[in-house]
C-alpha cells in the first residue's frame, strides 16, 4: 500500500437544485518523501482534492488513505487531530495572522503539536531569522509566504499541502518558495503536494497528476526530477 | 435603475437576514421601550380625564361647615363660565356587621355629577335598596342580595360600583367611630334628602376639552376659584343673618365658613396623578441609555456589514454604478430596519409597557377603563434619532469606504497592521505571560471601536440594571425606618380648640395602651430660600424631653447621633427639605406663614426624615416668631396592643368630640407601602428590560466580532485547534470585556443610581441612598449568565465556520 492513496473518490457539491461534480473517480498514490505537484485549470478540481487530502472537506464516495489511515473515516476530534498532527497547509493568500508577530505566527501552531520544531530555527532556515518581531503587513508577499511555510513545517507533519503557493507572487520571490519547498522535501524528507496551473514548473517534481474536468487525467513519473534553480519559465 | 435596486436591497436583506433582524431588534428594544415608559404617564392621565370626563366628575367641590342650600346653587350658578352646579347629599354613617362597627359613607345618586361606574347588579330602584363598593362586600362575606341594616332601615344591595371619587384605597376622613370612612354607597337622593346640601359639585364649561391636571386646565380653575372667592364672603354673611339675625353679638356662635376643594384635594385623584409622575420620572434616564446602546450598538453592526460588502461594492463601482447608488442601498437597508423596528417598537411599546404598568397599578387604582394612546410627539424624536444615527452612519461609512477606485476596492482591505502593545515594553510581565494570553491581550486592543462598544455597552446595561436594584434597595426601609427610628409614637390627635387639653392629656396618659402622650403644636407652614419654597410640616413641642420619647431626632449624616435639644432662635429641618431648599447647618431660611408674613430663623440641625417634610422649633422660638404657642395635637405612643384596642380609642375620643380627628401611622404607613410597592413592580421591569437589552448587545458584538474575524478562526481551524481551543481563543476576550464591563458598570451604576433617584424622587420622599451589597452581586450574575448564554452561542456558530468557504482565495 502506498503511503497516500485516493481510490475512486467522488464529491458532488449541491448548489440548490443543482449538483456540480467537483471530482469524479478520481484515483491516485504518492509515496512517501515524494514532491508531487497537481496540474490542471482552474475548476479542475485540484483544491477540492486538496482539502479533501487535508482533511478539510469530506468526500462524497471512495477512500482516502494518508499512512495506512483511512481519512475520509475521521470525523470530529480525530479529524481535527489529524490536521493538526498530521498536515501542514499553504495557501495562495498565506492566511497569517495579522495580530501576531512573525515569531507568533509559527509559534501558533507548534504549540499545537508535541514533537513540533523549533519556530526560531525553522525561522532561520526560511531566511526570515531577523524578522521574527516583525507583523506580517510589514513583510513583502514572499516572505509572508515564507512564514506561513515556516508555519505549516514547524509542526513536522506528515503532509505538506500547498495550494497555489506562488500564484500572488512574482517570478523571482516565486522561484525562492519553489526551492524552499523543494529543499523542505529533499532535506527533511517530507511528503509535499504542490498546486499549480503552471505546467512549467512540474520538472521539479517527482510525479506529476494531472487534472481535468473533476479527474486525473494522467500521471507522470519523473525519473530526474530538475532542481527548481535550473527551470525557467 | 430603480428596480434593480430594490432588487439589490432585497438581496442584501436575504442574504444578511441575521445581521437586518438584529438591527431590527434594536431598534425594536430602544424605540419601544423609550415609547413605552414615556407613554405611561400620558397613558395613566388621559385614563383619569377619560374616566372623570365620562362620569362628569366635579371641578370644583364647595362645603360648608353649616350646610349649603339652593340660595347658594343659585348665586354660584350665575358666576360666567360655570357649567353645572349641584347640590349634593351625603352623609356618613354606622354600619354593624358581624359586631364589628364600621362606617359607610352614603351618597345620594345624582345623574347630573359625579356618575358611578357600575360593576355588577343594578342601580337601586326604591328607597329601600343601595349599591355598595365591592370591598365591602369582600370584606364581609356578603354578596349581591344581602340586605343590611343601615340609616336606620334593611336595605337590600342591589349591586356593586365603583365611585369616581374614591377609587383608591384612601377613604376620607369623617367624624365618625374611629374617625375614618370605611366604605362607600350609594342610595337614591330622597333616602339622603335633608334642608341642607352636603356639598356642591360645581363643573366648569370647556373642562371637558383640557386634559385633566394639565397647565391649563389648572389655570381654569384657579380662575374659577377666584371668581367663588369673590362671592363666598356675602353668601357666608348672609347664611349668618338668616341663622342668628342681624342684631345678636357674633362671638356666640359658630361662623358660617365656606371650603373650596379642586381634584387635587381628592385624594384618590392626587394618588394617581402622584403615580403617575413617578413613572415619568422614573422613565426619564432609564430609557435614553437603553436608547443609547441600541443605537451604538446597530451603528458598529452597520459599519461592519458595509465593510465586509467592499469586494462586492468595489465591482458594482466598476460596473458603473455611482456612489450615490450604492451608499443609497445601505441608507435604504438601514432605514428599512429601524423604520420596521421603531414602528413595532412604537405600537408593542406604547401597548405592552403601559398594560404591565397599569396592571401593577390596577391593585392601588380601581378604575375600569384604560387608555392606550400612541404618543407621536415622543416617538418621533426617538425615531428620527434612532433614524439618524444608524442611516447617517451608513452613508458615513459608505462615503468613506467608496473613496478609493473600484480596482482598490475589489481587491481585499489591506488588513490593519499588528502593532505592539505598551505592556510588551514592560518586558518582565510580557514574558511571563502564556501565549495564548498575549495573543488575547494583543487582540483586545487590535480591534479599538469593538472592543469600546462590547465594554461600553456591557457596563452600561450592568449599571441599569445595579441602577434598577439600587433603586429597589432605597425604597425598601424608609417606611419602616421612618415610623419605628424616626417617629415612635402611633397616632397623631388633632384635639378639640375648645377644650383643656392638659386634663385631656392626663387622660390619655392614663389610658391602659397609651405608652406615652405628648403634646405639641402641629401646622402647616411655608420655607423659602430664595426662590425655592417648600411646604413643610411645622412641629413645636411644648416640652421637648418627653418629645424626645416620641420623636429622634437623628442627625442625617451621622445615624449613632441624636439631639437631645432644639436650640433657641433656630429650626431643625428634615434632610430632603435640606436639600431641596440647597440649605446647610448655619444658613438662614425664611418661614410663611398662613398670612404671608415671613420670618428669618438660622437652621442649627438637619434631620434624618424620609417620609414627609418636617420642622422643629422650640417654644421660646415659637413664641418670639410668632407669638401665642397652644397646643393642638399629642402624639400618642401606644403599648402594645391589638388594633382592636386602637380603634376603640379612637372611637372613644372622636365620639366625646375630644379629638377633631386622628391620624394613624399604620394607616399612612401602609398607603405609602402600596406606593412603594408599585415602584418596586415597575423597577422590576425596567431590570428585565435591562438585561434583555444585555442579551441582545452581548449576542450583536458577539455576532460582528465572529464575522470580522471569520479568515482568522478558519485558520486556526486548518492549523488544527480543536474546538474547544477555537471557543477559548474567542471567548477569553469576551470574558476579559464582560468582567471589564460589570466592573464599569458597576462603579458607575451606584452613580447612575444616585443620579435617577435625584430625578424620580417625589418632594415628600426621601430615597435611602444605599446599594445593597447584594444587588451588586445579582447585577454582575445577570451579565454572566447572559455571557454564558452567548457563549454557548458563539460555541455553535463558530462550529459552523466553514474552512474552505471562508479560505476561499478571492475575498
Known amino acids: 500500500m502506498a503511503y497516500i492513496e485516493f481510490k475512486n473518490v467522488n464529491k458532488v457539491y449541491k448548489m440548490g437544485e443543482v449538483e456540480i461534480k467537483a471530482l469524479s473517480n478520481t484515483s491516485f498514490e504518492i509515496e512517501k518523501g515524494e514532491l508531487v505537484c497537481i496540474l490542471g485549470p482552474s475548476g479542475a478540481g485540484k483544491t477540492t482534492c486538496l482539502n479533501i487530502l487535508g482533511g478539510m472537506d469530506t468526500l462524497t464516495s471512495g477512500n482516502v488513505y494518508v499512512d495506512g489511515k483511512c481519512v475520509n473515516k475521521l470525523t470530529g476530534k480525530n479529524l481535527i487531530k489529524y490536521r493538526r498532527n498530521d498536515i501542514g497547509f499553504v495557501f495562495q493568500f498565506y492566511n497569517l495572522i495579522q495580530n501576531l508577530t512573525v515569531i507568533e505566527n509559527v509559534e501558533l501552531a507548534t504549540q499545537l503539536c508535541k514533537n513540533s520544531l523549533k519556530p526560531e530555527e525553522i525561522l532561520d532556515k526560511v531566511g526570515l531569522g531577523d524578522r521574527m518581531n516583525n507583523f506580517p503587513a510589514q513583510l513583502s508577499g514572499g516572505e509572508q509566504q515564507r512564514v506561513a511555510i515556516a508555519r505549516a513545517i514547524c509542526k513536522n507533519p506528515k503532509l505538506l499541502l500547498c495550494d497555489e503557493p506562488t500564484g500572488a507572487l512574482d517570478y523571482k520571490t516565486g522561484k525562492q518558495i519553489l526551492k524552499l519547498l523543494q529543499d523542505t522535501c529533499r532535506l527533511e524528507h517530507m511528503t509535499v503536494v504542490i498546486i499549480t496551473h503552471n505546467s512549467a514548473i512540474s520538472p521539479m517534481a517527482d510525479k506529476v497528476i494531472k487534472f481535468k474536468n473533476g479527474s486525473v487525467s494522467d500521471i507522470v513519473i519523473n525519473e530526474k526530477p530538475m532542481n527548481i534553480k535550473d527551470i525557467e519559465w | ?811
Open chain 2, 1 to 811: 435603475m430603480k428596480t434593480m435596486l430594490f432588487k439589490h436591497i432585497f438581496m442584501k436583506i436575504k442574504q444578511n437576514y441575521k445581521r437586518f433582524l438584529s438591527l431590527l431588534s434594536m431598534a425594536l428594544l430602544g424605540i419601544g421601550f423609550y415609547a413605552g415608559i414615556e407613554a405611561c404617564s400620558p397613558d395613566m392621565l388621559k385614563t383619569l380625564d377619560k374616566f372623570y370626563d365620562d362620569n362628569n366628575v366635579y371641578d370644583i367641590k364647595v362645603v360648608s361647615n353649616l350646610g349649603l342650600d339652593d340660595k347658594d346653587i343659585n348665586s354660584l350658578s350665575k358666576i360666567d363660565g360655570f357649567d353645572k352646579v349641584i347640590g349634593s347629599y351625603e352623609t356618613d354613617t354606622y354600619l354593624k356587621l358581624d359586631n364589628e362597627q364600621y362606617v359607610v359613607k352614603v351618597m345620594g345618586l345624582n345623574n347630573n355629577i359625579n356618575n358611578i361606574f357600575l360593576e355588577d347588579g343594578n342601580l337601586p330602584n326604591g328607597n329601600n335598596e343601595i349599591v355598595v363598593e365591592k370591598k365591602m362586600l369582600l370584606d364581609n362575606n356578603l354578596s349581591i342580595g344581602d340586605s343590611i341594616n343601615i340609616l336606620g332601615s334593611n336595605k337590600k344591595i342591589v349591586g356593586t360600583v365603583i365611585s369616581p371619587l374614591y377609587f383608591s384605597s384612601e377613604r376620607p376622613s369623617t367624624n365618625l367611630g374611629s374617625g375614618k370612612v370605611n366604605y362607600y354607597a350609594y342610595t337614591l337622593e330622597d333616602v339622603l334628602k335633608s334642608d341642607y346640601y352636603s356639598a356642591i359639585y360645581i363643573t366648569l364649561n370647556n373642562t371637558k376639552n383640557m386634559l385633566t391636571n394639565s397647565k391649563e386646565y389648572k389655570n381654569v380653575i384657579d380662575d374659577a376659584i377666584n371668581k367663588i372667592d369673590v362671592i363666598k364672603e356675602e353668601r357666608e354673611d348672609e347664611k349668618y343673618n338668616e341663622l342668628y339675625g342681624i342684631s345678636i353679638n357674633e362671638d356666640e356662635f359658630v361662623k358660617p365658613h365656606w371650603y373650596l376643594y379642586d381634584r387635587l384635594d381628592n385624594n384618590s385623584y392626587k394618588e394617581l396623578i402622584n403615580a403617575s409622575d413617578n413613572i415619568k420620572n422614573l422613565g426619564n434616564v432609564f430609557p435614553l441609555i437603553f436608547f443609547g446602546i441600541a443605537v451604538l450598538v446597530s451603528l458598529i453592526s452597520m459599519m461592519r456589514m458595509i465593510e465586509e460588502d467592499r469586494t462586492e461594492n468595489g465591482t458594482l463601482k466598476s460596473l458603473g454604478y455611482n456612489n450615490f447608488y450604492i451608499t443609497l442601498k445601505y441608507v435604504i437597508y438601514s432605514l428599512l430596519a429601524t423604520v420596521i423596528g421603531g414602528i413595532l417598537g412604537v405600537f408593542i411599546g406604547s401597548y405592552l409597557i403601559p398594560y404591565v404598568i397599569w396592571n401593577i397599578y390596577k391593585k392601588l387604582f380601581n378604575i375600569p377603563i384604560f387608555l392606550y394612546s400612541i404618543n407621536s410627539a415622543y416617538n418621533m424624536l426617538g425615531f428620527w434619532i434612532c433614524i439618524l444615527c444608524i442611516c447617517g452612519t451608513a452613508c458615513v461609512i459608505c462615503i468613506y469606504n467608496l473613496k478609493d477606485v473600484p480596482a482598490n476596492l475589489m481587491r481585499p482591505k489591506v488588513p490593519k497592521s499588528g502593532r505592539k502593545i505598551l505592556l510588551e515594553k514592560i518586558s518582565f510581565i510580557w514574558k511571563r505571560l502564556k501565549f495564548s494570553d498575549k495573543i488575547t491581550i494583543r487582540n483586545i486592543f487590535r480591534y479599538k471601536s469593538r472592543v469600546l462598544t462590547t465594554i461600553f455597552g456591557i457596563a452600561g446595561c450592568t449599571a441599569l440594571i445595579l441602577a434598577g436594584f439600587g433603586l429597589k434597595d432605597s425604597i425598601k426601609n424608609i417606611n419602616d425606618y421612618q415610623y419605628s427610628k424616626i417617629f415612635k409614637y402611633d397616632k397623631m390627635m388633632i384635639i378639640s380648640e375648645n377644650g383643656d387639653y392638659e386634663k385631656l392629656l392626663n387622660k390619655i396618659n392614663n389610658e391602659e395602651i397609651v405608652n406615652k402622650a405628648v403634646d405639641v403644636n402641629y401646622q402647616s407652614i411655608s420655607v423659602l430660600n430664595g426662590d425655592i419654597k417648600q411646604d413643610v410640616s411645622l412641629i413645636v413641642p411644648n416640652d421637648f424631653n418627653s418629645f424626645n420619647e416620641v420623636v429622634s431626632l437623628i442627625d442625617y449624616k451621622n445615624e449613632d447621633k441624636i439631639y437631645d435639644d432644639i436650640l433657641d432662635d433656630s429650626c431643625v429641618i428634615s434632610e430632603k427639605t435640606a436639600k431641596l431648599l440647597n440649605v446647610s447647618i448655619g444658613d438662614d431660611v425664611t418661614l410663611l406663614d398662613n398670612d404671608n408674613n415671613s420670618y428669618t430663623i438660622k437652621v442649627s440641625y438637619i434631620v434624618k426624615n424620609y417620609i414627609n417634610q418636617y420642622m422643629y422649633v422650640n417654644k421660646n422660638t415659637y413664641n418670639s416668631l410668632f407669638g401665642n404657642y397652644k397646643v393642638n395635637s399629642f402624639l400618642i405612643d401606644l403599648n402594645e396592643c391589638t388594633s382592636d384596642d386602637s380603634n376603640d380609642f379612637d372611637m372613644e375620643y372622636i365620639a366625646s368630640k375630644d379629638a377633631i380627628s386622628i391620624i394613624n401611622n399604620s394607616d399612612v404607613k401602609d398607603v405609602l407601602n402600596d406606593m412603594l410597592s408599585s415602584i418596586d413592580s415597575i423597577v422590576a421591569i425596567l431590570i428585565i428590560a435591562a438585561a434583555m437589552l444585555a442579551f441582545v448587545v452581548l449576542y450583536n458584538l458577539s455576532n460582528i466580532n465572529i464575522s470580522e474575524r471569520k479568515r482568522e478562526i478558519a485558520t486556526l481551524k486548518v492549523l488544527g485547534f480543536y474546538v474547544k481551543e477555537v471557543d477559548k481563543y474567542i471567548n477569553r476576550e469576551t470574558i476579559i470585556l464582560t468582567i471589564l464591563g460589570i466592573l464599569i458598570g458597576l462603579s458607575s451604576g451606584s452613580y447612575l443610581c444616585h443620579y435617577i433617584i435625584s430625578t424620580c424622587e417625589p418632594d415628600y420622599l426621601m430615597f435611602d441612598r444605599e446599594v445593597f451589597l447584594l444587588s451588586y452581586v445579582f447585577s454582575a450574575l445577570i451579565t454572566i449568565i447572559f455571557t454564558i448564554i452567548v457563549i454557548v452561542v458563539t460555541h455553535f456558530n463558530l462550529k459552523n465556520i466553514d474552512m474552505v468557504e471562508s479560505l476561499k482565495n478571492v475575498e
